[in-house]
């Protein structure tokens, strides 16, 4: 059996040829790179890349160099450079320690508990509830900003900017959550009323899409740090 390694995301396949679509980050085949075979033969590439029948021997292709058929290969990503100021500095350090997957814990840890108190205190029209789940929603909107900018960075640096449908849902769940959050502060700080009033039900509608989002991108990303 040979083994497959995604090169946008690191999923390791084993199979004789690498899948059509990567199960993780949904690139196609082209960017899968042979990581060993049975003959232990390292770094080889997959089988569509045929070497030219020029006489000279090509240069082997470089275990992370990708090609995708009629395009030129592409370099190999060099290693990391030495960070060349505070900010690429920074930068290294949020990829290198996780920043993105731990720091999402904490919007998606709030979340659920502030849509629950709106919803109890909708349902037993209790005041203390809504205050309580709007302190919660400040939490959520403090964490955003760098939550989002976490996740931008880990995107470019670690997924090379993959333009797949996981991402693009990932995209579209993180502006929808901070969307959502936006406007249920927005609301209460107009109106703190708002679970009374007739319009309460949109108020909670807004909240559980938020929640939703929140938890779409939240398994989506699991999916991609845990690889299953
Ligand atoms: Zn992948």
């Known amino acids: 059996m040979k ?17 059509a679509k990567c199960p993780v980050c949904g690139v196609s085949s082209d960017k899968f790179v042979l990581l060993e075979a049975e003959n232990g033969a390292e770094g080889e590439a997959p089988p569509k890349k045929a070497e030219k029948k020029s006489g000279h021997p090509a240069p082997k292709p470089s275990p992370i160099a990708r090609q995708s ?3 030129p290969l592409e370099p190999a990503p060099t290693p990391e450079p030495a960070p060349s100021n505070l900010y690429e500095k920074i930068i290294q350090l949020m990829v290198k320690h996780h920043a993105h997957p731990v720091s999402v814990h904490i919007p998606n840890g709030i979340l659920p508990a502030a849509v629950m108190l709106f919803i109890l205190a909708w349902a037993f029209d209790t005041d203390l509830f809504v205050k309580a789940g709007f302190i919660n929603l400040i939490f959520v909107i403090l964490a955003l900003p760098f939550v989002l900018f976490s996740g931008v960075i880990e995107w470019k640096k670690k997924y090379n900017q993959a333009v797949t449908t996981i991402f693009k849902i990932k995209i579209v769940a993180a502006a929808l959550t901070a969307t959502a959050c936006l406007i249920s502060i927005s609301w209460y ?4 009323d708002v679970l009374s009033s007739p319009k309460a039900w949109v108020f909670i509608l807004i909240n559980i899409v938020m929640l939703a989002s929140a938890g779409i991108a939240g398994h989506i990303g699991g999916k991609l740090v845990f690889k299953d």
Do not use: A, D, E, R
């Open 3 to 19: 083994k497959w390694q995604c090169s946008v995301c690191k999923y390791i396949h084993t199979g004789n040829t690498p899948p």
């Open 189 to 192: 700080l107009i109106n703190p």
């Open 69 to 71: 058929l009629g395009k």
